[in-house]
């Protein structure tokens, strides 16, 4: 499943934007504050909102565009998506009227709404069918405390979902899933009597974690304080997950959900992280040092091979390692006001990317004392 177009009319800052898409597993936008990067991502996952919530009940509805989102005193906003899968276009629309106001603009969801029908009826067939995965991580993501009290749930390919589209990520999700998984693992440890015995949704996880910080091992739940911990070995000694830095935090429960909601999406597959989907990312590189930066694109790519990131930043390292990507530069100011960059970005210097691919100085240029 990929993303094919994107076209919208009277959105927020844009006035028209009309984006045909390559067969890429990156997409990158770029451009400065107030450029549209936000918006732009935002209104793709308003649409995307749409599957979920019509695989779960054929009247559920996704993420609705308000009165806000209508740029400047017209009279309605239009979002239209086309994405492929099996194959297949599968092309909606929404459409925002103000109120008070006329049009003759109607929404079209007959496409998405009959592939999320394929995919009820392959789960009234086989509870076990594998889902493919849509969420958005926005900026308004942190890691404050890794909540772990015990609940006792029953997940399904339905919670992949859970708050997949919410305005901030605070990953208490992943946290309690991870709890309840290894309670699960445990109980098979000691009625198989088999202490090696390891989940396979919890091995996709520790894995994905191990591949973008290698130097975390034993990722476990500490039982015997009075208040659960989440552990890790981390250069021979144990530590508390609470205690890694803020990007080490960030970059570990991103990952972790990433691959959580893989494994829930794909419950009888062996290998979830090979699960698909479209996943949106905004401000990559956020809390993340220079050296990770560089990483983050690549080590998306070959821990998720085929998922399709559609990602921002204001990072030239990212921009410089994100070798097989599709790169846009966006500005609603311009007409038009998106292009794509023609130029080859991979492997360019970061000074070289900032000066003539990002349009800012390499460098603070001092003033001229008088």
């Known amino acids: 499943m990929k993303l094919k177009s994107v076209e919208l009319q009277n959105f927020r800052g844009f006035k028209t934007l009309e984006l045909s898409l390559p067969d890429a597993q990156t997409l990158i936008f770029i451009g400065g504050n107030g450029a549209g990067k936000t918006s732009l991502l935002q209104a793709i996952g308003m649409m995307l909102s749409w599957l979920p919530a019509r695989i779960r009940s054929e009247k559920s509805s996704g993420n609705k565009m308000d009165d806000t989102d209508i740029f400047n005193d017209e009279s ?34 007959d496409d998405m709404s009959a592939l999320a029908l394929h995919f009820r009826q392959r789960l009234t067939e086989n509870r076990d069918t594998a889902l493919p995965l849509v969420a958005y991580y926005p900026v308004n993501r942190s890691v404050t405390e890794a909540k772990l009290e015990p609940k006792s749930k029953r997940y399904n390919q339905l919670d992949a979902f859970s708050n997949a589209f919410t305005k901030a990520s605070s990953f208490n999700n992943f946290f309690e899933w991870f709890r309840n998984r290894e309670d699960l693992e445990n109980e098979q440890r000691l009625k198989l009597k088999d202490f090696d015995y390891q989940d396979h949704q919890l091995m996709s996880v520790r894995a994905a974690i191990t591949a973008f910080l290698p130097e975390l091992s034993g990722l476990r739940i500490d039982r015997e304080e009075h208040k659960p911990r989440l552990l890790a070995e981390k250069a021979g000694k144990t530590i508390v997950i609470n205690q890694l830095s803020d990007g080490e935090k960030c970059l570990l429960a991103l990952v972790g959900d990433l691959a959580r909601r893989l494994a829930l999406a794909n419950p009888a597959g062996q290998k979830p992280l090979k699960g698909e989907g479209i996943i949106l990312i905004d401000e990559i590189e956020l809390h993340l040092h220079p050296r990770w930066q560089r990483n983050i694109v690549p080590g998306l790519e070959k821990t998720f091979p085929n998922c399709q990131f559609v990602i921002t930043t204001h990072s030239p390292q990212v921009l410089g390692d994100a070798k097989n990507a599709a790169v846009y530069a966006l500005n609603i100011h311009e007409h038009p006001p998106i292009f794509s960059l023609a130029e080859t970005v991979y492997g360019r210097d970061a000074s070289d990317l900032l000066e003539e691919v990002m349009d800012a100085s390499s460098r603070t240029l001092l003033a001229k004392s008088s």
């Open 76 to 109: 309605s906003a239009f979002i239209g998506l086309c994405l492929t899968h099996d194959g297949q276009d599968v092309l909606w629309s929404r459409v925002k009227k103000r109120l008070g106001r006329t049009g003759s603009e109607k929404s079209v969801m």
